[in-house]
T-cell receptor
Framework: AQSVTQPDIHITVSEGASLELRCNYS??????LFWYVQSPGQGLQLLLK??????LVQGIKGFEAEFKRSQSSFNLRKPSVHWSDAAEYFC??????????FGAGTTVTVRA | DAGITQSPRHKVTETGTPVTLRCHQT?????MYWYRQDPGHGLRLIHY???????DKGEVSDGYSVSRSKTEDFLLTLESATSSQTSVYFC??????????FGSGTRLTVV
């Protein structure tokens, strides 16, 4: 069975500082991996996805993620956060973009 | 979100009453999903559909049923609402390897 673990429930970061959100997955084959962002009271928006190929994936809003098969990880990074990056972030895994399993989410607070 | 709408956006209902949530898409995607979102649990799959009249259970399907009589519509029914079903419900669609597109959610409160 597929599953996702996001070890950090809440992260606080200063505006302009770098951000890294951890994601570990369990899946028997080559996974499809996704990061989504949810602003308060909103639906989820796709940040980036990994299907195959280059293990460093670029997404929207300046985010990137790196797939590391040996560590079963797909960590999300941003070099310099903006106050508008305060949100909840979800990692997801699946066989395709079909029946994804989501992590519990990481809430990011940005302090001035 | 563009191409997918959920209704209602908010609903308060009494314990024991039936409730139906609607998801409508204009993308002609094959797959549609209902998830519930609860603090500390992320999103958990309730039911999903892989075509008209083709549906299956997810990990938290007890107390819920679904129907899909048209490609564009996917209904979620709580036959007899309970307080444990107070949650935010999201519909999602997929089908072009681009990941999910989510609706804006329905906040359901069972009192």
């Amino acid at each position: 069975a597929q599953s996702v673990t996001q070890p950090d429930i809440h992260i606080t970061v200063s505006e302009g500082a770098s951000l890294e959100l951890r994601c570990n997955y369990s899946y028997g084959a080559t996974p499809y991996l996704f990061w989504y962002v949810q602003s308060p009271g909103q639906g989820l928006q796709l940040l980036l996805k990994y299907f195959s190929g280059d293990t460093l994936v670029q997404g929207i809003k300046g985010f990137e993620a790196e797939f590391k098969r040996s560590q079963s990880s797909f960590n999300l990074r941003k070099p310099s956060v903006h106050w508008s990056d305060a949100a909840e972030y979800f990692c997801a895994v699946g066989a395709s973009d079909y029946k994804l399993s989501f992590g519990a989410g990481t809430t990011v607070t940005v302090r001035a | 979100d563009a191409g997918i709408t959920q209704s209602p956006r908010h609903k308060v209902t009494e314990t024991g009453t039936p409730v139906t949530l609607r998801c409508h898409q204009t993308e002609n995607h094959r797959y549609m999903y209902w998830y519930r979102q609860d603090p500390g649990h992320g999103l958990r799959l309730i039911h999903y559909s892989y075509g008209v009249k083709d549906t299956d259970k997810g990990e938290v399907s007890d107390g819920y049923s679904v129907s899909r009589s048209k490609t564009e519509d996917f209904l979620l029914t709580l036959e007899s609402a309970t307080s444990s079903q107070t949650s935010v419900y999201f519909c999602a669609i997929s089908g072009d390897r681009g990941g999910y597109t989510f609706g804006s959610g329905t906040r359901l409160t069972v009192v």
